[in-house]
C-alpha cells in the first residue's frame, strides 16, 4: 500500500507510505484522494492528519513519471491539492523530516500546517529546470511574502524548518512527536467554526511587486545563462500577485508543461537519475556485505595524497598520511591547514571543525604505520615502477582483509594487483583533482576485485560525499581515456590552421566549463606529455601530437610556469592568447605544408564532442562501462560538461545517432579514423539510442 489510513481519537491519519522519500506517484496520489473521501464520509471523524511514513513528509512528485502516461493518470496533484483544500473537514499537515517540491505544494493545501524542527524545506525543481507545478508559486508567496519566495523557488536551495518558524509557513512547530502534535492540534482546530483557512484565499503583500520582479529579473538574466526555469519561475511568480488564482495556477501549469517537455529538463533529470544508477553493480547484489572502514591510510603526500586525506578526514574519519621524508610530511600537513583555513576565513568552516579534523590527521614516514588501516589508498606519482614497489611493500605490511587501492588515473590496475599476494583486496580509486572538491570518484575494478571490495568503495564514496562510477581496467579508464580523444581532434584542428583561443571559446559557448587548452593548462601540460611518451613507449604506431610535445619541450607547462598554449601574467590565472603558441603554430603549418583552414565554432564542437561520443561507445561494446549514463556521470562530475546537456551519450541522443552516425561517415571519408563505432551503426539503424 502507497497510503495508510487510520483513526486515533476521532483524527483520521492518512500516512504516505513510499520509501525511500514518500514520492507523489499515481498510486499515492490515489491513495490520498481516497483517504481524504473516507474521513469526509465518516460521520465519527472531526479533522484529518496527512503525514509521511519514515525519513520524509514527502519528497515530491516521482519523476520516472514524467512524460509517461502514469504522469498525466487522474488524480493529477493539482487535482489532489483541490480536494484537500476544499475538504470540509480540516486537514493538518504534519511535516518532518524532509518536505520538498510537490511534497511542500501537498502541505500548502493544507488548512494549517505543523513541523518538527530540523526538516529540510526547499521548492527544488529549478534544479532539474523546472518551476513548482502544482501551485508552489503561487501558495508559497502569500504565505511567506513575495521576497522570501522569490529566493526559495528561482534558487531551489533547502532551508531548516525552524528557520520558517515565524516566516508565516508553518502554524505552530512541534514538541515531541510531530504527529502527536498534529492531531491534539487537529482536535483543536475541528472544534471552531469553519470555513477552516485555505491558502489560495490570501492576498501576495509586497508594496512594489512588479518593481521586485522587474529587478530580480535583471539579475536572474545575468547568471542564468542557458537554463530556461529561473525566467518562468519569474513569470509564475508575477502571476501571483497580477492575476486570480485560478488563472495564475494555468500558467503555472502551461510553464511547468513547457519546461518539462523542453531539452533542458529532460538532460537535468537524466543527469539527476544517471548520477543515482551509476552506484548499482548489476552482479553486486545489496546483501553482499561491505568490509568496516574506520582507519585509513594514504601513502604520498602530494597535492594529490593531502587532497585525499582531506574528504576522509571531513568525514570524520581517521587518516595516516605517509611519505619518505619529514620534509614532504610536514610540507603535506601544512597543505591540509592551510586548507582548512582558507575554508575558516571564507565563513565556510568554523574553527572548532578545522581543529578536530586536523587531530584525526596522522603523519608518519615509515610504510609500516598503515598496518592497521582498513583501507590503504596509494598516491604517488604516476609512474608504474613506483607503484609497483609500492604495493609489494604495501603487500607485505597491511592486515589480512585491508582494502589496497591505487590512485592510479591511467595505468593498468590489474598488473598493480598481481605484484600482490591479495589481487581480490585491491581497486583503483581514481581522485579527480583537486582531490576534496572534485565530486567524481572513478572505482575501477579489476579482473580480481571481489565483490565486498566493491561494495565497501561503493560504501565509501558516499561517506565522503562522491559520485562513484564504476569502470573496467583500460588505459584511461572511462574519463581519460575518452578526454585523450577528445584531446587528440583539439590538435588536430591546431595542426589544419586553428587556434588554440578559437577551440577553447567554441566548446566554453557549447557549455563546457572550460576548452581543452585552457584545461591543460590548468591541469599542467607535462602531466599529457608524460602519458603520451609512455603510450609512444607501448606503441610506435600511437598517433603522435607533435605541438604539444613541442609546447612542453619548451617548458610551456602552463600555469605553474606562466606559458602554455596561453601566457599568464604572474600571480593571475587569466588566460591570455600567446604570441610564441602562435609563431611555434605557423613555423609548424610552413614546416609541414599546411594552409591553415577557417573552422566554424559548429564544426569545432561536433568534432570534439563526437569525439567523447564515439569513443564512449567503443566502451561501452567493451563493457568498461556498464551503462551509457555512467559514462554521462563521469563527464558531468569529472570534466565539465553541461549538465543542462546531460552528458555527450544524451547529448548524442538528443541529436538523434542517425545525425551523428551520418557526421562521423562524412569525416571518415578524410580519415579513417573517423570510422562510428559498432554500437553507434546498430543503434542508428535500430533507430534507438544509448539511454534508452
Known amino acids: ?119 529540510r524545506i526547499a521548492l527544488s525543481e529549478v534544479t532539474m529546470g523546472l ?74 503583500k509586497h508594496g512594489n511587486p512588479e518593481g521586485f520582479i522587474a529587478i530580480t529579473r535583471a539579475a536572474v538574466e545575468a547568471r542564468a545563462g542557458h537554463l530556461p526555469a529561473p525566467q518562468r519561475c519569474l513569470d509564475a511568480i508575477e502571476a501571483s500577485f497580477s492575476l486570480p488564482f485560478d488563472d495564475a495556477l494555468a500558467l503555472e501549469r502551461r510553464c511547468f508543461l513547457e519546461l518539462m517537455n523542453g531539452p533542458v529538463s529532460k538532460s537535468l533529470r537524466h543527469a539527476f537519475f544517471a548520477e543515482r544508477a551509476a552506484a548499482k553493480l548489476a552482479d553486486v ?76 590527521l596522522r603523519t608518519s614516514t615509515g610504510i609500516g604505520d598503515v598496518r592497521d588501516c582498513d583501507l590503504v589508498i596509494e598516491a604517488v606519482y604516476e609512474d608504474m615502477a613506483l607503484k609497483l614497489s609500492t604495493f609489494r611493500a604495501l603487500d607485505e605490511i597491511a592486515k589480512p582483509g585491508a582494502i589496497l587501492a591505487t590512485n592510479t588515473s591511467t595505468l593498468d590496475v590489474d598488473r598493480i ?40 568503495a561503493l560504501a565509501v564514496a558516499r561517506r565522503i560525499g562522491k559520485v562513484a562510477v564504476v569502470s573496467g581496467v583500460c588505459d584511461g579508464f572511462i574519463g581519460n581515456r575518452m578526454i585523450a580523444k577528445y584531446a587528440r581532434r583539439a590538435g588536430e584542428l591546431l595542426e589544419q590552421g586553428a587556434l588554440p583561443e578559437q577551440v577553447d571559446r567554441a566548446v566554453e559557448a557549447f557549455g563546457m566549463a572550460m576548452g581543452p587548452f585552457r584545461m591543460g593548462d590548468l591541469a599542467g601540460n607535462d602531466i599529457g ?36 598554449w596561453y601566457d599568464y601574467e604572474a600571480g593571475q590565472r587569466k588566460a591570455r592568447p600567446s604570441p610564441r603558441t602562435r609563431a611555434m603554430l605557423e613555423a609548424f603549418w610552413q614546416e609541414k605544408g599546411v594552409t591553415p583552414r577557417r573552422f566554424s565554432d559548429a564544426e569545432i564542437v561536433e568534432r570534439l564532442v563526437y569525439a567523447l561520443v564515439n569513443e564512449g561507445a567503443a566502451i561501452l561494446e567493451e563493457g568498461i562501462a556498464a551503462r551509457a549514463s555512467d559514462i554521462d556521470a563521469v563527464y558531468l562530475h569529472g570534466y565539465g560538461f553541461p549538465a543542462w546537456r546531460g552528458g555527450p551519450m544524451f547529448y548524442a541522443d538528443t541529436v538523434g545517432l542517425f545525425n551523428v552516425r551520418r557526421s562521423m561517415r562524412a569525416m571518415a571519408q578524410g580519415d579513417p579514423s573517423w570510422k562510428p563505432a559498432a554500437i553507434v551503426e546498430r543503434l542508428a539503424n535500430e533507430g534507438a539510442a544509448f539511454n534508452a
Open 1 to 119: 500500500m502507497s497510503t495508510q489510513y487510520k483513526v486515533v481519537d476521532n483524527i483520521a491519519v492518512i500516512e504516505i507510505a513510499n520509501p525511500p522519500v514518500n514520492g507523489l506517484g499515481h498510486a499515492v496520489r490515489l491513495g490520498i484522494v481516497e483517504g481524504i473521501d473516507r474521513a469526509c464520509a465518516d460521520a465519527a471523524v472531526e479533522a484529518i492528519v496527512l503525514t509521511g511514513a519514515g525519513k520524509a513528509f514527502s519528497g515530491g512528485a516521482d519523476m520516472r513519471e514524467f512524460n509517461s502516461p502514469k504522469g498525466g493518470r487522474e488524480p493529477g496533484l493539482n487535482t489532489v491539492l483541490s480536494v484537500i483544500e476544499n475538504s470540509p473537514k480540516p486537514v493538518v499537515a504534519a511535516v518532518h523530516s524532509v518536505a520538498m517540491g510537490g511534497g511542500l505544494e501537498l502541505a500548502m493545501s493544507c488548512h494549517y500546517r505543523i513541523a518538527a524542527a530540523k526538516a
Open 285 to 360: 547484489p545489496d546483501a553482499v556485505r561491505e568490509r568496516t572502514v574506520e582507519r585509513v591510510a594514504v601513502v604520498g603526500a602530494g597535492l594529490m595524497g593531502t587532497g585525499i586525506a582531506m574528504n576522509f578526514l571531513g568525514a570524520g574519519i581517521p587518516v595516516v598520511l605517509v611519505d619518505v621524508s619529514d620534509a614532504a610530511i610536514e610540507k603535506g600537513r601544512a597543505t591540509i591547514r592551510a586548507s582548512y583555513e582558507a575554508g575558516v576565513q571564507k565563513g565556510k568552516l568554523q574553527q572548532a571543525a578545522l581543529e578536530t579534523r586536523m587531530s584525526l
Open 529 to 564: 606529455w608524460a602519458i603520451r611518451k609512455r603510450r609512444y613507449a607501448e606503441d610506435p604506431a600511437h598517433p603522435r601530437f607533435e605541438i604539444g610535445d613541442r609546447l612542453c619541450e619548451a617548458g610551456h607547462f602552463g600555469q605553474k610556469t606562466g606559458a602554455g
Open 417 to 456: 594487483a598481481a605484484e600482490t599476494r591479495r589481487p581480490r583486496d585491491v581497486v583503483g580509486l581514481h581522485f579527480f583533482s583537486p582531490a576534496h572538491v572534485m565530486k567524481l570518484l572513478e572505482i575501477v575494478r579489476g579482473e580480481k576485485t571481489a565483490p565486498d571490495v566493491l561494495q565497501t
Open 131 to 204: 518551476l513548482p507545478g502544482a501551485g508552489g508559486t503561487q501558495r508559497l508567496p502569500r504565505l511567506i511574502g513575495l521576497e522570501a519566495a522569490t529566493h526559495m523557488i528561482v534558487h531551489g536551495g533547502s532551508i531548516a524548518s525552524e528557520k520558517l518558524a515565524d516566516s508565516g509557513l508553518f502554524d505552530r512547530m512541534a514538541e515531541g512527536d510531530v504527529v502527536d502534535a498534529a492531531i491534539a492540534m487537529a482536535k483543536e482546530v475541528a472544534a471552531r467554526p469553519g470555513p477552516h483557512p485555505r491558502v489560495r484565499d490570501m492576498q501576495v
